[in-house]
């Protein structure tokens, strides 16, 4: 049976062969991605105690922060946000707004809020095409500020 010797050796040539191929992706991989997400990280980095001290800021607030999505239409709905203090009771706070879409081409649209009661304010939302959408929320009232983000999905 000797002409079957070569069949092992197929196997280990296959392997061998899936190994270079792996090493190539690997290669390119490491070659096309740095590895940095942002273009400044060293300021970053200098800058996030200060994100720090906000988040801390925000925590001794203590306000309560309810959103809820209503779909009107594929396309368009609304974003409702109530607002509570420490202890429960509604707050009448400045909302800004904008919902965003990250694609290779970012979409953003800014949202117009109405005030609908004590604590409550909407958001119309017309967005120009379905997917996931972050909305970016600054919740102001004179010199406190509270963000949050809230993830909603539009499908047609």
Do not use: C
């Not at 509604?90 to 109405?114: G, I, K, N, S």
């Not at 379905?130 to 963000?147: E, N, P, S, Y």
């Amino acid at each position: 049976m000797k002409k079957d010797r070569w069949i092992p050796w197929a196997f280990v040539g296959f392997f061998v062969f899936l190994a270079v191929v792996q090493g190539s992706f690997v290669t390119v991989a490491i070659r096309t991605f740095p590895g940095l997400v942002t273009d400044r990280p060293y300021a970053t980095g200098l800058s996030y105690n200060q994100v720090l001290k906000e988040q801390a800021a925000e925590a001794a607030l203590g306000w309560q922060v309810e959103t809820t999505f209503t779909a009107d239409s594929p396309l368009s709905g609304h974003l409702t946000a109530t607002v509570r203090d420490a202890q429960g009771q509604p707050l009448d706070v400045a909302v800004e707004a904008q919902a965003e879409r990250m694609t290779r081409f970012p979409q953003v649209v800014t949202l117009t809020a109405t005030v609908i009661g004590p604590g409550r304010t909407a958001l119309p939302m017309h967005l120009p095409v379905a997917g996931r959408w972050f909305v970016r929320l600054t919740l102001r009232q004179g010199d406190h500020h509270v963000q949050r983000i809230v993830e909603v999905e539009v499908w047609p």
